[in-house]
């Protein structure tokens, strides 16, 4: 059904929609390229939220150069929206441009598009063929199609150990297990998360910044402290540089005075604090993800904690995927990945699938979807 020059024109468009990993959340990457006479003519990829979409972005780019549309072919990698959001629909820009044919890698998971932007197309006189590469283009969102058909984000883990799987000698030192490839590349995946989530005791023991430095990107995600007690310390560096993202400390409850007076400290200074608690007295964590989707439209998570909260999260099924590196040494004692329930059988394991593995530098990183 489809020929190699459109493999290789969808890939292009692909490639454009790499463009926005860093920078379109929570709107999908999505990538355009406009093509004339088996040239491409123009080419684009969404950009911040507000800003133009992919189509958009690439009729601009093609008229920009002086290129006559009509009659081109469009390969996009997500359906064109036909709806009104913080932007005029992207299909009534397609059908102005009077192309004689668009190729959509994937048919968009939002209910207020789902196919009525390939309708749009079709009813006025375009050609529409959907599903090339539609594998390759579901990859780059895997947030947001979460979000869109689960109501819940896609939640990354990632966690540097030893070969023996300590994450931290006994007295709680980490700083480094891994080098500084390892960690570069962990930056790349925090810079694609719209959030970024760690527990308190992360936040006491090792005082991150949790932002992105390793790599170049225009946004910073938000930082979200999962902390019962409120016992995040006001010095914390986590807390710095509200004002190029936002922080949320995540708290059991807000009940007595003490707790408000507390929540009152961090509210001044700008810092959200929200109570969400589980019959546990700690913090309900399917909940806080279900909120951080519908409420936050938050895409993916991306999760580095200390081994309780790890723990937590596994046991509660939330984690989607996980992102381990190892390096190559024991250490013999030390703190574990993950504080999980020992098992009675093996026939009760929560199995997992390494989809990817790559070197940096000596250490080794899988990356793991959960096994259904």
Known sequence: MYSAVDHQFMSEA?????????????????GCVIVKDGQVIGKGFTQRV???????????????????????????????CSHTGRTPPCVDALIAAKPSAVFVAMSDPNPLVSGKGLERLKAAGIKVHCGLMEIEARALNPGFVSRMIRGLPWV???IAASL?????LPDGRSQWITGPLARADGHHWRAQACAILTGVGTVKEDDPSLNVREVQTERQPWRIIVDSKLETPATAKILDGVDKSGVIIVCAGLDSPEMQQKAKMFTDRGIEVIAMANPFGKVDLPKLFSCLAKEREINEIHVE??????GS???????????????????????VMANVSPLNSLNTRQDW?????????????????KSH
């Open 164 to 168: 023996d799987g300590k994450t931290a």
């Open 305 to 310: 904690s200390g081994f309780k909260l790890n």
């Open 156 to 158: 990354r883990m990632k």
């Open 14 to 30: 692909i490639a454009e929609a790499q463009k926005a990993l860093y920078l379109s959340n929570p709107n999908p990457r999505v």
């Open 50 to 80: 507000g800003g133009a979409h992919a189509e958009v972005q690439a009729l601009a780019d093609a008229k920009a150069l002086g290129n006559d549309l009509a009659g081109s072919t469009v390969y996009v990698t997500l359906e064109p």
């Open 353 to 369: 699938s390494i989809i990817d593995h790559s070197l940096f530098g000596s250490d080794l990183r899988m990356r793991l979807l």
């Open 313 to 335: 999260l596994l046991r509660e099924g939330c984690v989607d995927e996980l992102l381990l590196y190892y390096a190559p040494f024991f250490m013999g004692e030390g703190i």
